[in-house]
C-alpha cells in the first residue's frame, strides 16, 4: 500500500521501535523505584524528557507524559476550567477543533460554563476575532495550530499575546498535534500556558503524548493516584512509549528542514497537477501547512473515492481519522459548501512519500474521476 494518511497516524520509525523493545526488555524497571533497574529507568525518562523539552524550548519539568492528546487535552481544558471557575466562566474557542478539544468543550457547556465558538473569516481564523471575544470573565481560551482537516495554520503566538495583554489571567491551551515536530515552536518566548501533543502524528506508536504547562500555571489533577508527572497524570508512567516518542521526535527534529522542503514539492507537484481540472478544487488555502492537502472531486463522494483508491493499493483519508464516516461540519465552518466537504479526501505526506508515488496517486484518483459514476 502506498500511505498518504499521516495526519491520521504514521508508521512507527524502526529507531523508535528499537528503543521500545530496549526498554521492555533490558530497562524495565519502575521509574519511581528506588534500586539500580528503576534508576537506569529513572534516567531513561529524564533523558526523554529533555528531548521532548528541547522541541518545544521549554524545561523539562514543563512537560509530563500522557497517554496521547485527548487525554493531554482532557488534563488541560477540564483542569483550566476547574481553576478558572471562581474568576469567571467564559471559555473561548473556535469551530474548527478536533473532536477531542470540541467534545470536552461540550461538556464544560453542559456544565455550564459560557462557550464563545469564534467564527471564520474567508475560511481564515484571526487573531483579533479571538482576542476581542476576551473579558473580565473569560478563564481560558483553547486554539488548535493546526487543522487536521485541511492544513490551515492558526496564529497561535499572536492569540495567546493579545489574550494575555487583554486579560493575563486567562490560560491559553493549543492544540499542538498536527504542528508538533513538523512546524518550529519556541515555548520560551510565547505566552502559551498548555499545549497538547501526540506520538502516533511523528512516527512513535499509538497511546503516548504529552502535556506541556508553563512553568507557574496550576491546573488541578483530572485523575487521582501517585505522584507521577508531579501528580498532574498519576499512574506508573510507560517507559517504552516515552523512549520511542523521544527518538522519533528527535529524528524528526533533525530532519524538519528537509521535510518541509519535501512537501512543500509534493504539494507544489500536486497543485500544478490539478490546476487545470475544472471538476478538482483545493480545500487547503496558502495559509496552510505543506504535509496536508484536502481537495474535493466534484460530484464523487469522499467514501466512494476513497475505496476506488483503496482498490489501487492508496490510502487516503476521507476527513477527520476521528470522526470516520461522520462528517465533521469543519469544512463548511471555513466557508466551503456541504458539497464540498461531502467530495472532500484528504491525502497527507510523510518523508517515505516520494514525487514518483504521488504521481501515481495522482493518476489514480483522475482515473476514479472519469470511472466512478457520479451522483
Ligand atoms: N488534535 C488533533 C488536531 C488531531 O489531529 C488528533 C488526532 O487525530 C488529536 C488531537 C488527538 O490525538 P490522540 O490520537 O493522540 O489522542
Not at 154 to 176: F, Q, R, S
Request: aromatic share 6%; proline share 3%; hydrophobic share 35%.
Amino acid at each position: 500500500m502506498y500511505y498518504f494518511d499521516n495526519a491520521a497516524t504514521t508508521k512507527v520509525l524502526k529507531e523508535a521501535a528499537d528503543e521500545a523493545r530496549d526498554c521492555m526488555l533490558n530497562l524495565y524497571g519502575n521509574p519511581s523505584s528506588l534500586h539500580k533497574l528503576g534508576l537506569e529507568a529513572e534516567n531513561k525518562m529524564t533523558a526523554s524528557r529533555k528531548t521532548i523539552a528541547n522541541v518545544f524550548g521549554c524545561k523539562e519539568k514543563e512537560i509530563i507524559f500522557t497517554s496521547g492528546a485527548t487525554e493531554s487535552t482532557n488534563i488541560a481544558l477540564f483542569g483550566a476550567a476547574n481553576k478558572g471557575k471562581r474568576k469567571g466562566n467564559k471559555i473561548i474557542t473556535t469551530e474548527i477543533e478536533h473532536a477531542s478539544v470540541k467534545h470536552c468543550i461540550d461538556e464544560l457547556e453542559n456544565m455550564g460554563f459560557c462557550i464563545v465558538r469564534v467564527k471564520s473569516k474567508d475560511g481564515r481564523y484571526y487573531a483579533d476575532d479571538i482576542i476581542d471575544a476576551v473579558d473580565e470573565n473569560t478563564i481560558l481560551v483553547s486554539v488548535m495550530h493546526v487543522n487536521n482537516e485541511n492544513g490551515l495554520i492558526l496564529p497561535v503566538e499572536k492569540i495567546a499575546t493579545g489574550v494575555k495583554n487583554k486579560n493575563n489571567n486567562v490560560i491559553v491551551h493549543v492544540d499542538g498535534v498536527q504542528s508538533f515536530c513538523k512546524l518550529p515552536i519556541d515555548l520560551s518566548k510565547s505566552k502559551i500556558d498548555l499545549m497538547s501533543v501526540s506520538g502516533h502524528k511523528i512516527n512513535a506508536p499509538k497511546g503516548i503524548g504529552a502535556l506541556y504547562i508553563r512553568e507557574g500555571v496550576k491546573i488541578p489533577p483530572h485523575s487521582f493516584g501517585g505522584d507521577h508527572e508531579h501528580g498532574i497524570r498519576p499512574g506508573t508512567e510507560s517507559l517504552p512509549l516515552i523512549a520511542a516518542f523521544a527518538a522519533a521526535a528527535k529524528i524528526n527534529m533533525t530532519n524538519i528542514q528537509k521535510s518541509i522542503n519535501h512537501y512543500k514539492n509534493l504539494k507544489s507537484h500536486i497543485l500544478s497537477r490539478i490546476k487545470d481540472n475544472d471538476e478538482i478544487k483545493l480545500n487547503s488555502k496558502e495559509n496552510s501547512v505543506p504535509y496536508i492537502v484536502n481537495i474535493s472531486i466534484e460530484g464523487i463522494g469522499s467514501e466512494i473515492m476513497l475505496h476506488f483508491l483503496e482498490s489501487k493499493e492508496f490510502c487516503v483519508s476521507s476527513g477527520s481519522a476521528c470522526s470516520k464516516s461522520k462528517k465533521s461540519g469543519v469544512l463548511p465552518h471555513m466557508g466551503y459548501s456541504r458539497e464540498r466537504e461531502l467530495t472532500a479526501i484528504r491525502i497527507s505526506f510523510s518523508m517515505e512519500n516520494s514525487k514518483e508515488q504521488l504521481d501515481m496517486l495522482i493518476d489514480a484518483i483522475l482515473q476514479g474521476q472519469k470511472n466512478i459514476m457520479k451522483k
